[in-house]
């Protein structure tokens, strides 16, 4: 399952940089992009800013995404620590309870 995940990963890469490229490709006349209170332009290849869009779109759709798994992650972290105690009191209860079951057999009766 591991190896066709990565053979499909490899697949959308390969596809989304052939698809990037003829964009490019195809895409080299100039834009000027402006921003409100600036009064210059930035000019640049139109498929540097649609790609640049993208790529920026992508990195904090994910930025996004990690930041909200953190409180999972929190969460996750302190029931493992809570499931580590009580199976240590789990075990010790455990031990107490074969003592108590198995008495020392050098008592006198």
């Keep these: 399952m591991r ?4 053979f499909l990963w490899l697949v959308i890469t ?3 940089v052939i698809i990037s490229m003829a964009f490019a490709a195809s895409n080299d006349s100039e834009v000027t992009l402006y921003l409100w209170p600036f ?3 930035l000019s640049l290849p139109v498929w ?17 995404v990690w930041l909200s798994t953190i409180a999972i ?7 493992q620590k ?3 105690k ?6 010790e209860a455990e031990a107490r309870l074969a003592d108590a079951e198995n008495p020392p057999r050098n008592v006198l009766r």
């Design 86 to 91: 009580m199976e240590k009191r789990m075990n």
């Design 39 to 41: 009064e210059t332009g």
């Design 82 to 84: 809570k499931l580590k």
């Design 73 to 79: 992650r929190t969460s996750n972290w302190h029931a």
């Design 14 to 16: 390969v596809t989304a």
């Design 3 to 6: 190896l066709i995940g990565r």
């Design 48 to 64: 540097l800013a649609v790609l640049g869009a993208l790529g920026i779109g992508i990195v904090t759709g994910g930025l996004i």
